[in-house]
């Protein structure tokens, strides 16, 4: 038996493998409702094998989307939806999670087919309304993007109360784990990054003003999301630029995390300013971005808190050595997916996991199992 397809235990939630789809938005809803463009993207994990499968990230406020085509869970008419996504993976075999998160200064941008920019400065015919981003200070993302309104107190303490509502909104659509989207630029990110934050009142200044809105949205979510029921952060653990957020920050900031009910850390990075592509650190396969989890797990390990690892996880055996030697408890794979959602089933072959097919859909496996008889009957 492999570490990959060993099965892991979070709270009360069960997973048959260690294979996680990573959220990847797709950017096609309509007022933050997903359609079958959703049930058959993310259906297709489910019977591909993963042990649980990411929707990707949900808004908790209107104004906290990236684009108008993304998801969203600041309305109880987007439950119903949902719902429906997780039922049908569940259904399937796989667990399921939703993430929660805001963009932050990142939001109001033109879609990514459409150059990823600001909807401000886009002269796509037919483009549409920007609207007005919100971050800790004014100062925006980039160079040439617009000026976010800087979040009062009073802002933040709805921020962290529709938090609280998004989660259960997605504990009602029957959701089985929830993550909350800290990392990339977005707005928990931005008010954590010293190279982002310089307000100067309680949620600026030293770390633990910078640290207070992820804290404060960790124990909203939490108050809301079952006891029974896991809870992951997604942290850029660096922000890849000179004085900016790192891995010991993130071990601080994990450890405060664990004490208000997060159970799992994944380990992304960069994203601080944009464009992102320009300053995320380099990420090849097994040095740099599984390095992050690598320098984490042995400091939180101890106290109860998984890690898991994200970043070009392509190859079978590159998973099962992230595993084995003691990098992270969990292998999220995402562009993969997208360019073979049967991957888990593929890995569980090429690792002799599954070789009479048993772990594949019925209407699949007894095909394929068929043809594999025959054609060692052709080969005798």
């Not at 297709?44 to 990236?66: H, K, T």
Request: aromatic share 8%; net charge negative; proline share 6%.
């Amino acid at each position: 038996m492999t570490l990959l397809f060993s099965s892991h235990q979070i709270r009360e939630l069960h997973l048959k493998n260690r294979i996680v789809v990573s959220p990847m938005t797709q950017f096609s809803c309509v007022d933050g409702v997903p359609g079958d463009w959703h049930l058959v993207h993310l259906g297709r994990f489910s019977l591909g094998g993963a042990g649980l499968v990411f929707v990707e990230q949900a808004a908790v406020q209107e104004v906290g989307r990236v684009t108008y085509g993304c998801l969203g869970l600041w309305n109880s008419q987007q439950v119903a939806p949902l719902a429906r996504l997780a039922q049908f993976i569940k259904e399937n075999g796989a667990a399921v999670a939703l993430q929660l998160g805001h963009a932050g200064r990142k939001a109001s941008r033109d879609y990514p087919w459409f150059g990823y920019g600001p909807l401000a400065t886009s002269d796509r015919p037919g483009r549409e309304q920007e609207w007005q981003a919100v971050g800790p200070t004014d100062a925006p993302v980039g160079d040439g993007w617009p000026v976010p309104a800087k979040l009062t107190a009073a802002d933040i303490e709805h921020v962290v109360e529709d938090y609280a509502k998004a989660a259960k909104r997605a504990d009602d659509a029957g959701f089985d784990a929830l993550g909350i989207h800290a990392a990339h630029g977005y707005l928990i990110h931005s008010f954590l990054s010293p190279l982002a934050n310089t307000r100067e009142d309680s949620y600026g200044g030293d770390m633990d003003g910078r640290m207070r809105l992820a804290l404060e949205v960790a124990s909203a979510v939490r108050s809301q999301w079952p006891v029974h029921k896991p809870l992951f952060y997604r942290l850029s653990t660096v922000d890849g630029e000179p004085g900016g957020w790192d891995v010991a920050d993130s071990i601080v900031l994990a450890k405060a995390l664990h004490k208000r009910g997060v159970d799992v850390i994944d380990c992304s990075s960069g994203g601080i300013s944009v464009p992102a592509t320009a300053n995320m650190t380099p990420r090849s396969m097994m040095v740099s971005q599984i390095a992050y989890a690598e320098q984490v797990r042995p400091a939180i390990q101890p106290i109860g808190l998984s890690t898991m690892a994200v970043g070009q996880i392509t190859d079978p055996h590159q998973a099962e050595t992230i595993l084995r030697k003691g990098k992270a408890d969990l292998i999220a794979v995402g562009r993969e997916m997208l360019f073979n959602p049967n991957w888990a089933l593929h890995t569980a072959l090429a690792m002799d996991v599954d070789p009479s097919y048993a772990l594949w859909p019925r209407q699949y496996g007894s095909w394929l199992e068929r043809r594999e008889l025959l054609d060692l009957d052709e080969r005798s």
